[in-house]
């Protein structure tokens, strides 16, 4: 049918069985003209009292767009609608507007309740204490949530997309594949794994896992995940302590009894029975007293009522045995509490007899040094703490061996242990009953000497300076240990243990500062040099970033026209240190071992710096090294050198390496190591020389072609008598074994005069020049002034 030639009947009838509600209306007019039956049915008009209503008490406007709008019934309730208005001209030549009216509060309630459940699912998803996550088909991450998270310990991002298996020990994931495929084939599972979160510690949880259906095609996995492991470790503690209360109870060496309230035995164990004599079913029902020595049965008493009060409790007594002997036991009494009341008592006795006899000798051990029987530091912290209680005024002294390292270090523990031993004897020899010594650790002892004052404490150190002077014996080895000492005053300097050993300590450190062997009362200028491991750490690094650089002096013979020799002197330089002292590293370098690598590369500087005058044309001249005690011992130091004079081309016979009197220690090796340095071509000249305390019997065995008179004496030249016949005594000790002998810091014309009216020759010295770069002393190298 053609819809021009529908009649007004069938365009109403069209409008009337519409669903949607549909309003016509004359807007200039302020009224409707049509209404069809669902707007009618949701506001409760009929036609005609509906068409009577003024189009302004609905609309106050006719929106062109979609709105939400509230319409009142008839009765005056609300009705949530959406409208949008279309004008609608007609043939009449007025303007009408079509007004779709929809019921929207239904969808509005639904919405509600849609956006109520979301949130009640997400805060089920967000703060549920459980793991709640889901998989797809692949096993793979989807989502989890924060609880999730917090437990794996990884961010989301890295769960997410991840397999399950990666978080599962390999015996769990392999174990899991059966559960994940009934799942996906549409299969509840509950099952217990492990996971490992990021800190690797793992989880016992226990999964429930369900598929997930969308579209009725299963798409996935969901499920939630409860950590057990505390569940679990709980469970199996409480059947842990079950079986160790049993094995405590039954198997226990020591005798565990059971009492009621009134010290009748109920239960008992293996060990009670051996204990009394008498077996569990003899003892049960008896009392417990009568097993107790008369003498403490009262007391054994009061200690037993004093348990039933709800106090656990420990004492010691003794029973008395049949043939008279005493056992000594410790008991221990236990409330026993069932639904909070006490309806027993547990006892544990062990017998402590031998622990008693021991109990002397462990306090004499708990308190002394096993090496030399003195008392030790716990002893020491309990005796100056009393004295500090008491305000009495005593002395302090805190003593350190000067050349222990040496004798540990090279003559070995045992001697070093011996050492101690013998310095203990003399120390408890001299203090006697005036004070109390005490082995601090390593070589380090403390002194405590009551009511004495500073001059008397300062005499008492002066006598032990002297005494530990003297020689020891070390198994036929004659050595010379002297003794540094730091004095502290109570309550002068302090009146705290530590502030009192850190005082007596920096004056030590003080003392040993001033040349060792002497004693230094503290004062606020002391001040300890404390190790410097900034300087250790840049150390290490220092070859590395080429910062040792050498520094030459030469040596004359007659006068400073005749050179005879270079020696080569380390020197560092650090970007953060600035430039550090050879005392400051030299140390250091020898007891990190640091001196080895280090000294390897002095010798090749050397040797390459005399290749390079001697390539230069300057005349050849001997270059001279030190070597440490630790180099000097190295197993591979001849080898070494063999290879840096091969490597830089220098003849041997112009490498000179200085040793000192402390390296013929071990005379065999030292021997063996100087004959083959010496057939290498290499000169030896001993550093040093009259400082030592070795015999000098090592002169006439090992391959020494120069002695070196240490500068100390030259300084006190003119000054110390005995100190000048020391002088022209090894002088004259070096001209009768042939030996070439040099003085070294010679700064003065008169000192130089002394050595060449007595017969030395050769010097070296700020008298004749200091060390310098190499192209500063290239001067000397005048081939015309070159002693040849």
Known sequence: MDASAWTKEDLLKILHNADTGLLVSVPDENRFVEVNTPVLSNLGYTREEFLSLPLSDLFDTLPLE?????????????????????????????????????????????KYRL?????????????????????????????????????????????????YLEFLTKEAGEATL??????????????????????????????????????????????????????????????????????????NTDAVMTFDTDGTFTHANASTEKLTGMSIEQLRGKSFLPFISEEVREETRRHFFTSLQ????????????????????????????????????????????????????????????????????????????????????????????????????????????????????????????????????????????????????????????SEMERSYDLNGYEALVTVSIGISMSPEHSNTTAALI???????????????????????????????LKTESHLYKALANREFFLVYQPQFEKDSSHLIGIE??????????????????????????????????????????AKAWQDEGYPPVKISVNLSMR????????????????????????????????????????????????????????????????????LKRFPIHQLKIDKSFIKDIGVDRENNDIITTIISLADSLNLEVIAEGVETASQLDFLRRNGCDKYQGYYFAKPMKPEQIVSHFNPKLFHK
Request: charged share 25%.
């Open 568 to 609: 080569a002197l380390l020197r560092w330089r650090n970007k953060d240190l600035g430039l550090v002292s050879p005392s400051e590293f030299i140390t250091i370098a020898e007891e990190t071992g640091l001196i080895v690598p280090i000294g390897e590369w002095a010798i090749r500087e050397a040797c390459q710096q």
């Open 631 to 698: 180099q000097f011992y190295h197993n591979d130091l001849v080898e070494m050198v063999a290879q840096i004079l091969q490597e830089t081309g220098l003849p041997a016979k112009y490498l000179e390496l200085e040793i000192t009197e402390s390296m013929a220690i071990h005379a065999e090796e030292a021997t063996d190591i100087l004959n083959r340095l010496s057939g290498l071509g290499v000169k030896i000249s001993i550093d040093d020389f009259g400082t030592g305390y070795s015999s000098l019997s090592y």
């Open 502 to 532: 850190r005082q007596a300590d920096n004056a030590m450190y003080h003392a040993k500062n001033l040349g060792k062997n002497t004693w230094q009362v503290y004062n606020s200028q002391v001040q300890k040099r404390k190790t410097d």
């Open 178 to 251: 059966s559960h994940f495929r009934k799942v996906t084939n549409g299969e509840t599972v509950r099952f217990e794994t492990t996971l490992i979160s990021r800190d690797e510690a793992r989880h016992i949880m226990d999964v429930t896992a369900v598929p997930l259906i969308i579209d009725n095609v299963i798409t996935g996995v969901i499920g939630i995940a409860r950590d057990m492991t505390v569940k679990k470790a709980t469970e199996r503690l409480l059947t842990e302590s079950e079986q160790r209360y049993r094995s405590l109870f039954d198997y």
């Open 115 to 163: 956006k109520h459940k979301d949130q009640q699912f997400k805060s089920l998803y967000l703060y549920n204490p459980d793991t709640i996550f889901s998989l797809d088909m692949n096993g793979r991450y989807t989502n989890i949530n924060p609880s999730g998270v917090e437990l794996f310990g990884y961010a989301p991002e890295k769960i997410n997309g991840s397999s």
């Open 310 to 465: 709800g106090q656990p409790h420990q004492y010691e007594t003794q029973l008395t045995m049949s043939e008279g002997e005493k056992l000594y036991l410790h008991i221990a009494l236990v409330p026993i509490y069932i639904d909070g009341s006490i309806t027993g008592i547990h006892c544990v006795a062990k017998n402590v007899t031998e622990l008693k006899k021991l109990n002397t000798k462990m306090n004499h051990l708990a308190y002394h040094d096993t090496l030399t029987g003195l008392p030790n530091q716990r002893y020491f912290h309990e005796t100056i703490e009393q004295k500090l209680a008491s305000g009495e005024n005593f002395a302090l002294f805190f003593l350190d061996l000067d050349r222990f390292k040496f004798i540990n270090d090279y003559m070995g523990h045992h001697m070093g242990d011996e050492l101690l031993k013998q310095v203990s004897r003399r120390l408890l020899r001299l203090v006697g009953t005036r004070g109390n010594v005490f082995r601090y650790g390593g070589d380090e002892f403390l002194i405590i000497l009551p009511e004495v004052d500073t001059e008397e404490a300062g005499e008492i150190a002066a006598d032990i300076t």
């Open 66 to 110: 979609k709105q939400e709008k509230v319409l009142y019934k008839k009765n005056g309730e609300e009705l949530l609608v959406e409208t949008v208005s279309r004008p609608l001209p007609l043939s009449d030549g007025r303007l009408y507007t079509l007004t779709t009216v929809k019921d929207i509060t239904k969808n509005r309630e639904i």
